[in-house]
């Protein structure tokens, strides 16, 4: 089954590693293949972020994500560009506090709204981590990969030194 | 002109963000297209790490490099496995003390053979800066994206406090 997850929110938010966790996580540990893309254009200048992540048991022919199972919004201009394009049924998960979600807002998605920024910040002392917590709320909310997975994943990506705060933000963004 | 570059070693040289470094400098800074992709399959469960980029002044529609116009190696099985796809007149570039050309190797591209992890270690002090010092040679040797353009991605990519030693084997490859 091929499975499509957009990351998506500003630069400097993680948004990359947090793709190359997941998809490291699914490949390595979880014995499926993975193609994670980072497209750049007119859109990276204004300084946006994304990250596309495919992932599947079979091998993967064209890596870019059509429309997406999972997507994930951690800034307005992310959500108002990508919200409506999610595959029925699929997961949209958002930053609560930094993302406002209209209230005609209607697709046929599940929506998650996780405060990953506020967790980070409060929780860890560092908002830099808010990217780990929303990798811990996504893998909780879609298990797309398997907890052990993306905990060994993040092991091997985070600098030396900070694994420890690492891991306590995803548990933190897995149990919200 | 669409370009593709393939970058490929093992898993801990930073070969991945040598590839996000190269796409954001091309598209954040000499304002062009750039996609980076990663993929993940059996070979990355054996340490093997590949990351391609593709460059274009025009919208990218197929992410994929199919036959690179530049080929970096940092390891031997990656360049046992790439050395004999790339497109004519195209460049292979590879770390000098990893990796044995063998007599009969032949095809149609130029081959620089540069010391990435030696002159990363002693004229450094860091091996871990490898990957940057490639850049240098790889932005020199084939001018694919201008030398600032690079500069300023690798200030935007580099942990904070690395950025003079970062700088630094960037010149260095560069003017090797």
Do not use: H, W
């Not at 300084?47 to 890596?63: C, D, M, N, Q």
């Amino acid at each position: 089954m091929r499975k499509e997850i957009r990351l998506s929110g500003f630069g400097g938010q993680g948004i990359i590693l947090a793709g190359v966790i997941l998809g490291r996580g699914a490949s390595l540990y979880d014995n499926k293949n993975a193609v994670q893309t980072q497209s750049y254009g007119p859109e990276a200048r204004g300084g946006a972020s994304k990250s596309e992540v495919v992932i599947s048991e079979e091998e993967i022919s064209f890596p870019k994500v059509i429309k997406p199972d999972i997507l994930v919004c951690m800034s307005q201009p992310a959500f108002d560009k990508y919200s409506m394009d999610v595959k029925e049924n699929g997961y949209v998960i958002v930053d609560k506090d930094l993302i406002t979600i209209p209230d005609d807002y209607k697709n046929n998605s599940k929506v998650y709204r996780v405060p990953f920024t506020e967790i980070a910040q409060k929780e860890i002392g560092l908002k830099i981590v808010a990217n780990i917590v929303m990798l811990g709320a996504l893998t909780k909310i879609t298990n797309i990969v398997s907890k052990e997975a993306i905990e060994k994943a993040i092991l091997d990506s985070v600098p030396k030194g900070t694994e420890e705060k690492n891991i306590e933000a995803f548990e933190k963004g897995y149990s919200y």
